[in-house]
């Protein structure tokens, strides 16, 4: 049987971070132990002190390679022939060291300075048989348009969160770590796919010569993942690794093959922290929340009416609401019957704040809201009456519209035989009738108050109020949810608009829809 092919260890050169593949040891040479092949294509012998060996790989032992006849400055050759004669003179390489011969007088050129180039040496090409490291020549300029192949990846790249990564051949490593279950894929032409299923490879970057990636698992998935950007490392490492102790990766996390429980996995910004963080920080942004309520909420709760509600301009970083997702609840109640608010069971209790005509708030919402609504096909029409007080909503703004489907028998934008109708489902005819009781804000509020309230209301949607038999809502004190939550729920609370919208349609599978751009 053959045997599997020894894979050499990584070394990184400890002076500027670099990391590339040991394909030559020589532990008799002190000042040149080491020669690296770095992601680029560039060699380079180092010292013994200069070189961390990372990982348990065989180093390349130099008497076998000799035996072998390959990888020496010999190869089993005659003494004093390199293998591929001068190959090695533009590879940073060391040089053979040449039998002793008679020393051979200068010629007129050499004694005459002014007869030759300058920086030509007096016997040209003398340290071929020198045994010193030989030249590097100059690289060619790197691509930055046309077709992503593998070629144009190979190197050192500097993520958006700041993790170096770097690419030799189709293997992948980030700070140092070999991503051995993500490797580059190519398509049939040759051009880069992927990166495992990490990243999807979609274009160069608009300047600088970067790449961007799409953070997705699949390609029929990027459309709406999260752009992570790939830009050429800078020879200049300063400017980088103060970067990286900025966040967190210094001390033992700036070694993370070498580290222990301290720091942060490396490649993400996910910094760990102490014991208790997580809870701390929920305390206090509960806290924030229902502070910010008592200053600002009504004395009592109200019922109110769907077709009273608009979006309050504040929520979801002022994109408003995702027609996708507002169908997508219509479509819930529907099949699944409306569920009233009953502990931690049911609809969240709205938050809404109280227009008056003479608020200045009043004839800017629905101003915005009219115009989404004729720009957008598929929301509901706004009935929201000119001239009395409405309700903007801060939290809830999709299940009201969401009603307002039902309350004018809208029909499905996902399927056209599919009218939305409350039938005999008695829980859904009292919301359309009677109105949701909801904490209803002051028309004072300030606008930076209502788009914070808007935010914890969607990153604390595990924790809720409770709704006595009267009907008043306690918000003096939140309880958590603990119970199982779907990683659709959880993202559909933090997206914007557009975001939100390609996120139903990849949970439900939709690829015919004139929503998807591009």
Known sequence: LDQPAVVPPAGKVKKTGLVGV?????????????KLQFPDGQVDWFSCDAVEVLGSGQLPDKEAAHAAGQGGDWAGLPAGTPVQDEGFICMGGKAPI??????????????????????????????????GKAPVCPRQARPTTGPITLEALQGEWVGSGGATIAVLGTDVAMNGMPLTQHKVTLRDD????????????????????????????????????????WSRKSKSVDAWSERMKLLGYGGSSAAPLSRGVEGCMPGTMGIEMPPGYATSKDREEVALLTSLVQMWREPESLKVRSYQVVPDFTNRAQTGLGVELVHFVATSMMTKGFKKHDGAQGHDIPVLVREPPS?????????????????????PPVRAPEAEEIFTSLGN????????????????????????????????????????????LQHECPRPVRAKIAALLNTKREFFWTLSEDGKVDVSNMQENKEYCSQFEWLSKGMDAVQVDCLVRTHLGIKGSKRIMG
């Open 190 to 229: 040759g051009t880069v796919s992927s990166i495992g299923t990490l990243w999807q490879c979609d274009r160069w970057a608009e300047s600088g010569g970067g790449i961007e990636f799409r953070c997705s698992s699949t390609r029929e998935n990027m459309e709406c993942a999260k752009v992570e950007v």
């Open 98 to 131: 040449c039998p002793t011969a008679p020393t051979v007088a200068l010629g007129e050129w050499a004694s005459d300075s002014s007869a030759r180039p300058a920086g030509t040496p007096v016997q040209d090409e003398g340290f071929i048989c020198m045994g």
């Open 397 to 440: 703004g999709h299940f009201f519209q969401a009603l307002n489907l039902f309350d004018c028998q809208c029909t499905s934008i996902n399927d056209a035989n599919r009218k939305y109708i409350a039938g005999k489902d008695q829980a859904l005819n009292e919301a359309l009738t009677q109105g949701v009781t909801s904490v209803v």
């Open 22 to 34: 040991i394909v030559r040891h020589d532990p008799e040479d002190s000042d040149l132990t080491y």
């Open 359 to 379: 608020s200045a708030f009043h004839g800017e919402a629905l101003k915005v809201w009219r115009q989404r609504v004729s720009e957008e096909e598929g929301f």
